[in-house]
């Protein structure tokens, strides 16, 4: 019994962390429909700046995670300015191919992290502090640190909800819609494109930084673009557009994810086979939310406008 509350404890942290990786990619495309194929940067670049400034910089917490979200906002704007006017679909690639350069660099540069042998590159970085884990009991930790990482989830999600009603947020939805109809109208599409970047972008810091302090151990393995795919699943399962729905496929996805590695206790099936037939699964799971439920679980809320 206590094995598997300490489980649904991990998972139910790990889902608030996604959660906040699914609001932000919904911000991204949902919102704006810029496909984002390498979300998972901002996830790396926060969980490594963090580490960085708590492990060499030797910085509080709260300062650690200021700085991910601030460098994690200006990757976004970085990654926005050439990329801004392309078309759909080279901005996807683009984006993609920036993330694999970003776990590359993490993956060959040791020094970043101070070097030594075993620390950086492909070995990972290990004891990442937690914060206030000398107050609480190794028992107790968790539950704080389930109640930690909600307060962020709930405070991302209300930025989010509150840009997507506000003008910024209906010139978005205008730009997802018909680009060229807000360019008639005067707006600078690719402004909005880039500050949509940047603002969601520093969001997803937030999710690097609890990840690496939760778990207290990164490396450039965690971050392959299948997170990015698995995010895209929440998000296209729990409907484009409403941050409720973004949060519901998060709940899906990752119950679903977490929960079937353990099948291989109880299945004959080699732990590596069992992982591709999941990651199947899942891939067969949005085919077939894409065919018969368009708009996912929860269909976003468009407001009519009557003359």
Request: glycine share 12%; net charge positive; proline share 3%.
């Amino acid at each position: 019994m206590e094995g598997l509350i300490r489980f649904l404890v991990h998972l139910a942290i790990m889902t608030e962390i996604y959660g906040i990786l699914s609001l932000t990619l919904n911000f991204q495309f949902g919102l704006t429909g810029l496909a984002n194929f390498g979300h998972v940067a901002f996830f790396m670049l926060g969980a490594y700046v963090s580490t960085i400034l708590l492990l060499v910089a030797h910085c509080s917490f709260p300062v650690a995670l200021a700085g991910s979200v601030v460098a994690c906002g200006i990757f976004g704007l970085l990654i926005a300015i050439p990329t801004s006017r392309l078309k759909a679909d080279y901005w996807a690639i683009s984006t993609l191919a920036v993330a694999e350069i970003l776990r590359k660099f993490f993956y060959n540069e040791k020094w970043i992290v101070g070097g030594g042998y075993y620390r950086g590159g492909a070995h990972g970085i290990g004891g990442i502090p937690a914060p206030l884990e000398d107050v609480f009991s190794a028992g107790a930790y968790p539950f704080f640190y389930l109640v930690f990482a909600g307060a962020f989830l709930a405070s991302v999600y209300l930025i989010l909800e509150r840009l997507t009603h506000s003008p910024f947020g209906r010139v978005l939805k205008t730009i997802r819609e018909e680009e060229v109809l807000s360019e008639v109208l005067g707006k600078d599409t690719a402004v909005f494109k880039m500050k949509a970047m940047g603002i969601s972008g520093a969001l997803a810091g937030v999710a690097g930084t609890l990840y690496a302090s939760y778990l207290g151990f990164i490396g450039p393995d965690q971050f392959m673009p299948l997170v990015t795919f698995i995010v895209w699943a929440m998000i296209v399962l729990g409907g484009l557009g409403n941050t409720r729905g973004a949060l519901l496929g998060a709940v899906v996805i990752q119950a679903f994810y977490s929960s079937t590695r353990y099948f291989k206790d109880y299945i004959p099936i080699p732990a590596d086979r069992l992982a591709s037939i999941r990651m199947v699964a899942i891939g067969v799971l949005i085919v077939l939310t894409i065919l018969f439920l368009k708009e996912g679980l929860l269909r976003e809320k468009k407001k009519i406008y009557r003359w």
